[in-house]
């Protein structure tokens, strides 16, 4: 009882959020004239109206789940990693250049060897905001945001150029072999095995962040660094693990999504995952449980949205503007909440 | 007649009386220093002056007349211009435009570049201040040119009355002398300046009258001449009276634990805030460092926990030199420590207080062998703790930031004696205490000293350091005393503290 309380007062703040952005968002609807409630009604129909929807529902959350998780770790650790889009767009980029051929291996472990790469894809190109943070003191929120662009550029240019499909009909990369896409969970159905590993990336952060060292260290660091340090732990380098192990989440989501549902990378590949990560991490409030949650509310959103527009005639861009909404909410919501005790005056 | 008085002004933070009924006059052409300890209620006596704060009670009279200040700006355009211990210039703005933010007539939309930049000029060579306002950026100026810049911009609604609140801490020995000679100028031009410090010796450099306060009172206002450094420093620091407990039989021949030999450590300005720093702590002994703050105390704090490593001198534990100046060094060693500031280095106020029990290296990696961390061995550490310090909470699992001061102070002190150190260092252990809280720590502390744990106390709290210690030396100019021992001669720690002997 007591832990359910608590677990209540945690999630309260969300509540709040979505209760308002859904308030907000209403009234955008019904200014432009459409009815809030049929809106609504068709949100949730197309979402969770059949089995294939639920599916559907089940496929976009997956990228958004591990995004979530991305952003949940580095928050923690007090690294503002805004590059999770970037990163995600290397893994997807290692997963496609590597997943052309099966290689030596048998199809399984070359699946699980691609998707490795694609992590430690992400992560390298955290690293490099990592490094410019702890060597020449740049903010981590600057360059992982300008790195987003050097990631959309770059993955443009390849798609025309050097990794562009043989044939060169269009500007994407050669579909994946055969093997290498994950297995699909029910016949029919597009929901993949991907799902099941974002799952398990959640319990597996749960587990780091709260039941090992290394994790407590990085939360540490995020509370308060000057007490993390005089405790003797090295806060540098468990900024650097946070902002690696960030990047890594990104760049299996990127790598996942190629190998479960696009099998190629082609311009505008991510419809912008890793920036709705960070709403989805908010709203979860860093916590991988509740990243799963609201993951799966914004997986909803986005499946549902498509239905929305069709039986309602609200454009889906009303999913982005509920996103807004719930960021700028929570984040109004936490500088009321986390109240700092004052420091007694400087007398 | 004053320019400037205060009468029966009176402000109040929570439980903390800062000022308590204060009377004070400040005189056109004089150079006033108000003296007291960091907590004595200087610096809210003139943020009640520049308009910053308001006073409960009492009034602020301006040339006879009561003035009741909304804003900083409202009380500089009445002349009142105050510089900041911690600058409030825009680096990335020019000397020039800089100023227009404290110029008034200065509204509108269009920004005249020229007519500012010779406005500007006019008013330094007004004041004569040498400043060439030119248009390189704030951030490329010395310290001394951005402080001059300060006193500028708190002199551009009139500047009938300048406060400088400790000016000096930022300064090279050379650029204050500039500064002093600055202030006597304007001093020459028939300005009120209230000059406020920790310093006696700036004081006597410098002031023409001081008012020293203590506890938000005032205590005395005198004349420079009329009062020795000495003299000075025991008003500032209060009567020195006998300890009132009776002084523990500290054990005189235990071990040695802590040997401290000639520290020396340059802080960022160049200066020297260490020179040749050196003591002895036996096992179970609590050795205290008095000093007025600013002293080379938190150097010192520093050094001894591993943040800092001194250019000169080591450390042993226990016959054991630290080959290495880092926290985790400094925690193997043995050394614990309770940080001067609990919410800026000693807690991690939104995570609980269970998780707050293990920021200290030596917990941590008990619980945490293999990286694995044990928390239901920690949760029973945690329980035990809180038991044994009587620390009122609601749930292990609640934020440590929702226990009050006192109870977060037991924390600190419940988690840096778990592990049992063989040396703790406390910087200013009960200070922001009520007195149940800070009788607590006190007897705590005491409690592990008699466990054989040798104890470094160093506080600005002179009432702490003569209760507590049972030997102590003062830290002044970096610099520290031979140990006294009790009974503790008043005269000489008095001289002591006034840095005028060594």
Redesign the interface.
């Known amino acids: 009882m007591k832990r359910l309380l608590a677990l209540a007062a945690q999630a309260l703040p969300s509540v709040i959020a979505l209760a308002g952005a859904l308030v907000v968002s209403g009234l955008i609807v019904w200014v432009s004239g459409h009815s809030p409630w049929l809106a609504l009604s068709a949100v949730v129909e197309g979402a969770f109206g059949s089995a294939d929807s639920l599916s559907e529902v089940c496929v976009k959350t997956c990228p958004l789940l591990l995004c979530g998780l991305a952003v949940a770790v580095s928050f923690r650790a007090g690294v503002w990693n805004i590059g999770v889009e970037g990163q995600l767009l290397l893994g997807a980029l290692a997963m496609a250049a590597l997943g052309r051929q099966v290689g030596p291996l048998p199809a399984a472990g070359a699946l699980a060897f691609d998707l490795g790469a694609a992590a430690l894809a992400g992560a390298a190109w955290a690293g490099i905001a990592a490094v410019l943070k702890l060597r020449r003191n740049v903010s981590e929120v600057i360059s992982t945001i300008m790195l987003n662009f050097v990631a959309l550029l770059f993955i443009s240019y390849l798609v025309q150029g050097p990794l562009m499909e043989t044939g060169g009909r269009y500007p994407q990369t050669d579909a994946l072999a055969d093997g290498l896409m994950l297995p699909r969970l029910f016949a029919g159905h597009r929901v993949h095995l991907g799902l099941v590993v974002a799952v398990l990336a959640a319990a597996a952060l749960q587990f780091v962040l709260f039941r090992t060292v290394a994790g407590f260290e990085m939360r540490a660091a995020g509370a308060n660094p000057q007490a993390a340090r005089l405790a003797g732990i090295n806060v540098d380098r468990r900024l650097l693990l946070a902002l690696m192990l960030s990047g890594a989440l990104a760049g299996l989501a990127g790598g996942i999504e190629v190998s479960g549902v696009t099998r190629r990378l082609y311009e505008r590949f991510s419809p912008g995952w890793g920036f709705t990560g960070i709403a989805v991490g908010l709203l979860g409030r860093l916590s991988p449980a509740g990243v799963v949650v609201a993951a799966l509310f914004f997986g909803a959103l986005d499946a549902g949205s498509n239905a929305m527009q069709r039986v309602a005639g609200v454009s889906s861009v009303l999913v982005s503007v509920i996103q807004a909404t719930v960021i700028l909410f929570l984040v109004t919501l936490e500088r009321a909440r986390w109240f700092q005790p004052q420091a007694g005056p400087e007398a | 007649m004053a320019v400037l008085s205060v009468r029966g002004v009176s402000k109040r933070?929570g439980a903390?009386q800062?000022l308590a009924a204060v009377d004070l006059d400040f005189h056109a052409g004089e150079i006033h220093a108000v003296l007291g300890e960091?907590?004595?209620?200087?610096?809210?006596l003139m943020h009640v002056l520049a308009g910053m704060l308001r006073p409960d009670g009492g009034t602020v009279l301006l040339d006879g007349h009561p003035v009741g200040f909304a804003s900083p700006g409202a009380a500089r355009a009445a002349g009142i211009g105050m510089v900041h211990q911690h600058f409030t210039l825009i680096e990335a703005l020019t000397v020039a435009e800089n100023l227009v933010l404290s110029l008034p007539g200065q509204t509108g939309w269009r920004f005249d570049r020229d007519a500012t930049t010779a406005e500007a000029q006019a008013l330094a060579a007004h004041v004569g201040l040498a400043l060439s306002p030119g248009n390189q950026p704030v951030h490329t100026l010395p310290v001394g040119a951005r402080q001059r810049l300060e006193i500028l911009k708190a002199l551009a609604g009139g500047g009938r009355v300048l406060i400088l609140d400790e000016p000096t801490a930022v300064l090279t020995p050379a650029e204050v002398q500039h500064l002093f000679g600055m202030l006597r100028e304007l001093r020459a031009q028939g300005r009120a300046i209230i000059f406020i410090t920790h310093k006696l010796r700036e004081v006597r450099a410098v002031a023409d009258r001081v008012t020293i306060m203590r506890r938000?009172r005032v205590i005395t206002t005198v004349g420079v001449d009329e009062i020795s450094e000495r003299g000075m420093a025991e008003q500032m620091v209060g009567e020195v009276l006998p300890p009132t407990r009776q002084t523990r039989h500290a054990p005189a021949d235990t071990a040695e634990a802590l040997s401290v030999d000639g520290i020396g450590v340059t802080d960022a300005r160049g200066v020297a805030a260490l020179t040749d720093v050196g003591f002895r702590v036996r096992a179970g002994e609590i050795f205290g460092i008095a000093g007025v703050d600013g002293n080379g105390q938190r150097e010192l704090f520093e050094v001894l926990?591993g943040?800092r490593a001194p250019h000169a001198g080591h450390v042993s534990v226990g016959g054991r030199t630290l080959s290495t100046f880092?926290?985790?060094a400094?925690?193997?060693a043995g050394i614990g420590?309770i940080?001067p500031?609990r919410?800026?280095?000693?807690?991690?106020?939104?995570?609980s207080v269970a998780?707050n029990f293990?920021?200290?290296?030596?917990v941590?990696d008990r619980f945490?062998r293999g990286?694995?961390?044990q928390?239901a061995a920690a949760r029973q550490l945690a329980a035990r703790l809180t038991e044994q310090y009587a620390i009122q909470l609601a749930?292990l699992?609640t934020p440590v930031?929702s226990l009050s001061g006192g109870n977060q102070q037991r924390v600190i002190v419940a988690r840096e004696l778990a592990e049992r150190p063989r040396v703790l260092v406390t910087v200013n252990p009960t200070r922001?205490l009520d007195v149940h809280a800070a009788r607590a720590v006190a007897d705590a502390l005491v409690a592990v000293a008699e466990g054989g744990c040798a104890i470094v106390l160093i506080s600005t709290d002179l009432d702490e350091v003569l209760e507590l210690a049972d030997r102590l030396s003062v830290l002044a100019r970096g610099r520290l005393s031979e140990p006294l021992e009790p009974p503790i001669d008043a005269e000489r720690l008095g001289l002591l503290m006034a840095g005028a002997a060594g």
């Open positions: 933070f903390l800062a960091n907590g004595a209620g200087k610096s809210t938000g926990v943040l880092s926290p985790r400094a925690h193997h420590h940080p500031d919410h800026r280095e000693g807690l991690a106020l939104t995570l998780e293990l920021l200290n290296r030596r941590l945490g990286g694995i961390l928390t749930s699992d930031q922001g």
